[in-house]
């Protein structure tokens, strides 16, 4: 129902492999772990500037710049001409394409993000692929664990998908777009191309092709001044 095709490009990410045995592309989200285990080698062939701190094991390809007060605490893999922008937090079990932009004050932990994909102010990430060339807008948090903290449900149209995960943020495809200070809910699925306005609360599906539209109720009146 959900294969790793329909979402992401398996083309624009050096580890393709990790979802040869993936149904559901969220499947992969318990192979990262094993997968750095079994074939990390920590290298640093990137650029260091200032004093950022960088765990022995992670990996970080040429080109690849990591500012001062960036931290990469691993396992991670970096691809090459990445930037690991100050304030960056890199926890475990993040891979990382090519061409990434990671911001400040943003969050990694246990994800795969597909090359060109930006990240660049203020986001957390957690449990979640996000495709090539995605671009998350400042402030938008991918939930991953649900308020009673329960197993994570894909609600697709009148189907309720069990994921056997307690922690699932959001599949992110291919160039979606999600706007300023979203929330995006435990098992979202975000379709190739799909536009989420600022503000916009997400749970569910949203499909490839289509924009979830937030609509405000504003009114301007005359200030009163004493």
Sequence with gaps: MFPSSDFVNLDQIEHRT?????????????????YLRFRLKPAMFGRLLGRPFVSESVYVGH????????????????????EIRSGCYIRENVIIGDGVVLGNSCEFKNCIIFNEAEIPHLSYVGD????YKAHLGAGVVLSNVRLDRGEIIVKHQQ??????LRKFGAIVGDRAEIGCNAVVNPGSIIGRR?????LAHVSGVVPSNSILKVRQDAQIIERRLD
């Design 194 to 198: 799909a536009l989420v306005y600022p």
């Design 128 to 131: 979640s692929v996000l495709g």
């Design 63 to 82: 080109g690849t710049v990591i500012e001062n007060g960036a931290t990469i605490k691993g396992p991670a893999w970096i691809g090459n001409e990445c």
């Design 18 to 34: 990790l979802f040869d045995n993936s149904v559901q592309i969220w499947d992969v989200l318990n192979q990262i772990g094993s």
């Design 159 to 164: 189907q309720l998908v069990p994921t056997g």
